[in-house]
């Protein structure tokens, strides 16, 4: 399989550089879940909403003590809210495994992110009730990308969705350290449901300017939930925001729980594991909602039927473009990564050459074929068709599919053979 293009980061125009006041301090637990981007930094207040998680004689108050109305806005109090956020998911990490942490301590964490957010300077912010969520059970809640942090994939507490990086790690992809948070939501895609839906958003520090683009693409697994008996394993997929994402290698275990008997019925947990490649794209939602998917079947067509011309040029079409091809899952998904063969077939059934007759669709499920041509002059049709599953693992489970165009005539141009 062919790797899948980078997506870039397109870094939020939100920037909370916070004006600071002494304020007196208040316990997060008994004020409403608030919106960092109405958060005012209050140092105090960031340092009582990290008493109210951890006790005032702990590390996360420490460091929490660090940020100062002298510096609050600067790079020093980012860096030190990012060390609060590592302490944070650490704890979240360590009390959901020994199932001591509670709604009220997500709530208490949830308000500490929030005035975390106001007083250093990031390129995504969210609401508190999202990052309680995050810190939930089955919610995701952490940093990745500096030198102490962990370098292993971001997990929900509940194992059943994540975030690997690339072989690079985190720290290079990155280009610093970031906070991912995500939680389950209701599923969004018009392809058959596999059973689980996650938004995953990154926060990354400012220092002085927006976050550098993320170099290649990770991969995003979920473990789909509650899967349809009559859908088939081998063929779970997964749809970001609004298209079917190439696959790639698993990390994630999604065995069902023995002690719940119900959840290893057929209609219960999935054993396998669907994964995906996942970049980033949005404004606020950098890494885009994700639900795992059955495409049911892969499905091509031409964008533009091709038209006549000279053997040996560019083959077009009746758009005036290069020829392209789109595929879709079943109910009209674009599927990015899957790889599309031209073939030319003559009038006499027989079948010649095409140079440039291999491409991969993008992120709407279009395979552009910029060099296709023909060496040959005569009446023809074009078939383009999806290659074996050993040349292409995102159609592994699924019926080959091919389509053949409307006939068109090539002119002899008497260009040089470039392929046979």
Request: a negative charge; charged letters at 10%.
């Amino acid at each position: 399989m062919r790797q899948a293009l980078p997506l870039l980061l397109a870094a939020g125009t939100v920037l909370l550089l916070g004006a600071c006041d002494a304020g007196t301090p208040t316990a997060p637990a008994a004020t409403p879940l608030a919106s960092a981007s109405t958060a005012v930094c209050s140092p105090s207040s960031f340092v009582s909403a990290a008493a109210a998680v951890a006790g005032r004689q702990s590390k996360l108050v420490d460091l929490a003590k660090l940020v100062t109305n002298q510096n609050a806005g600067t790079n020093v109090a980012t860096g030190a809210v990012v060390n609060v956020f590592a302490e944070l998911a650490g704890l979240a990490d360590a009390g959901h495994a020994a199932g001591t942490w509670t709604s009220q301590n997500s709530t208490d964490g949830a308000n500490l992110t929030v005035l975390g957010l106001a007083c250093g300077t990031f390129s995504l912010t969210g609401d508190a009730d999202h990052f309680k969520e995050a810190l939930d059970a089955s919610g995701l809640y952490e940093v990745r990308g500096g030198t102490d942090d962990a370098g292993g994939p971001a997990l929900a507490h509940d194992g059943k969705g994540g975030v690997a990086a690339p072989a690079a790690g985190f720290g290079t992809w990155l280009s610093g350290r970031g906070l991912f948070y995500g939680y389950p939501i209701s599923t969004f895609s018009v392809e058959q449901f596999g059973g689980y839906a996650m938004d995953i958003s990154l926060a990354r520090p400012v220092f002085g300017s927006e976050p550098a683009a993320l170099v290649g693409a990770g991969v995003v697994a979920l473990c789909p939930v509650n899967k349809p008996a009559d859908l088939s394993d081998a063929g779970l997929r997964i749809t970001k925001t609004s298209h079917i994402l190439p696959v790639a290698s698993s990390f994630l275990d999604c065995t069902a729980p023995s002690a719940n008997v119900t959840r290893t019925t057929a209609s219960g947990l999935h054993l396998a594991l669907a994964a995906a490649s996942g970049g980033v794209g949005g404004t606020i939602r950098n890494f885009s909602p994700h639900e795992v998917v059955f495409p049911g079947s892969v499905n091509l067509s031409f964008v533009a039927q091709p038209v006549g011309g000279t053997s040996g040029k560019l083959l077009t079409g009746t758009d005036g473009n290069a020829l392209a091809v789109k595929v879709t899952g079943q109910n009209g998904t674009p599927w990015e990564g899957v790889r599309v063969q031209l073939t030319v077939q003559q009038n006499k059934a027989s079948y010649i050459a095409v140079c440039g007759d291999v491409a991969d669709t993008d992120e709407h499920g279009i395979a552009t074929f910029p060099s296709a041509s023909v060496n040959k002059p005569g009446g023809f049709q074009l078939i383009a068709h999806t290659v074996a599953p050993e040349a292409d693992s995102d159609v592994d489970a699924f019926r080959p599919d091919s389509v053949v165009s409307a006939q068109f005539n090539m002119k002899n141009g008497n260009a040089p053979t470039t392929c046979q």
